[in-house]
T-cell receptor, first 110, second 115 residues
Framework: GQNIDQPTEMTATEGAIVQINCTYQ??????LFWYQQHAGEAPTFLSY????GLEEKGRFSSFLSRSKGYSYLLLKELQMKDSASYLC???????????FGRGTSLIVHP | GAGVSQTPSNKVTEKGKYVELRCDPI?????LYWYRQSLGQGPEFLIY????????DSGLPNDRFFAVRPEGSVSTLKIQRTERGDSAVYLC?????????????FGPGTRLTVL
């Protein structure tokens, strides 16, 4: 099985930078996804990491360290609309099915 | 519409009843996934189709749950003898294929309430 751990809730100020961490324990790691989910809406894809390092995409970046079982999502220049749940999902072994963490609820305030 | 669609958006039923939830994936996507999500939790995997066949149904909680995708496109999730614990948002997702880093595109979900 997989054990995925994320903080339950974080708060940050508009315009600031926030880092959302995700740690996982799995065998046969095969990729990590980050999704954004606004309340009452479907998750939308943000990033995919399978190799170590930083992937940058506009205001959002995602980092992976396979040896540490660790990833983070970095959000820069926070906007109010970034208030949402951020889901970390890990794929492992021969399965193509990502297992989702509980998600981190990010609250951005003025 | 280019996205994944699900019907109905909301379904209220009584304990013991049968329900069907429908998913229309993005045209051309061969992989289709069903998840369910409870409040404050991440999506929980139920079943994965590659084409018409269920490639992985290990997430179905018991034999009251069944899903089909007869023509490799639309899928129906069927729940028999519903229980109050089945209340959740049922999400469907599709991807170009089930392999590699293909992102999943999620539908808006069906909110199922069992009274």
């Amino acid at each position: 099985g997989q054990n995925i751990d994320q903080p339950t809730e974080m708060t940050a100020t508009e315009g600031a930078i926030v880092q959302i961490n995700c740690t996982y324990q799995t065998s046969g790691f095969n990729g990590l996804f980050w999704y954004q989910q606004h309340a009452g809406e479907a998750p939308t894809f943000l990033s995919y990491n399978v190799l170590d390092g930083l992937e940058e995409k506009g205001r959002f970046s995602s980092f992976l360290s396979r040896s540490k079982g660790y990833s983070y999502l970095l959000l820069k220049e926070l906007q109010m609309k970034d208030s949402a749940s951020y889901l970390c999902a890990v794929r492992s072994g021969g399965s193509y099915i990502p297992t989702f963490g509980r998600g981190t609820s990010l609250i951005v305030h003025p | 519409g280019a996205g994944v669609s699900q019907t109905p958006s909301n379904k209220v039923t009584e304990k013991g009843k049968y329900v069907e939830l429908r998913c229309d994936p993005i045209s051309g996507h061969t992989a289709l996934y069903w998840y369910r999500q409870s409040l404050g939790q991440g999506p929980e995997f139920l079943i994965y189709f590659q084409g018409t066949g269920a490639a992985d149904d290990s997430g179905l909680p018991n034999d009251r749950f069944f899903a089909v995708r007869p023509e490799g496109s639309v899928s129906t999730l069927k729940i028999q003898r519903t229980e109050r614990g089945d209340s959740a948002v049922y999400l469907c997702a599709s991807s170009v294929s089930g392999t590699s880093g293909n992102e999943q595109f999620f539908g808006p979900g069906t909110r199922l309430t069992v009274l």
